[in-house]
């Protein structure tokens, strides 16, 4: 399912496939990202979608502008290959998290651009 935007810039980036989680909390939709523990809301799917990509592009924003993206990623359990050419790696739910997050909420994967 396509969800995220790629990030634009004219610096190299490097396509990665996030998992994210939409589940209804109360009278609102959530969109929850575990691999940035990064989330949104909105009164419906398509608005949580809309401002968790809103959220995205300003995490990476103010990391790039801060120099901390690669120190963040690499705390939240990412894994960084340099060689033979850069490659970032998220962390993934494991089977229980994956069937307990079908049960419970909608589950869909979306690629997004990452600034190396």
């Not at 968790?52 to 990623?73: P, Q, S, Y």
């Not at 359990?77 to 069937?99: D, T």
């Amino acid at each position: 399912m396509k969800f995220l935007n790629s990030f634009k810039r004219e610096d190299n980036t490097i396509t990665v496939t996030l998992e994210v989680m939409l589940y209804e909390e109360g009278d609102y939709s959530v969109a929850y990202c575990p691999a940035l523990e990064l989330s949104a809301y909105g009164d419906n799917n398509k608005t949580a979608k809309s401002e968790f990509k809103a959220a995205l592009t300003i995490f990476i924003e103010e990391t790039m502008v801060r120099g901390t993206l690669e120190k963040e990623l690499l705390s939240l359990g990412w894994a960084l290959q340099k060689v033979p050419e850069a490659k970032y790696e998220p962390p993934r739910l494991n089977m229980e998290e994956l069937l307990a997050a079908k049960h419970h909420s909608k589950l869909f994967t979306g690629n997004v651009a990452i600034p190396v």
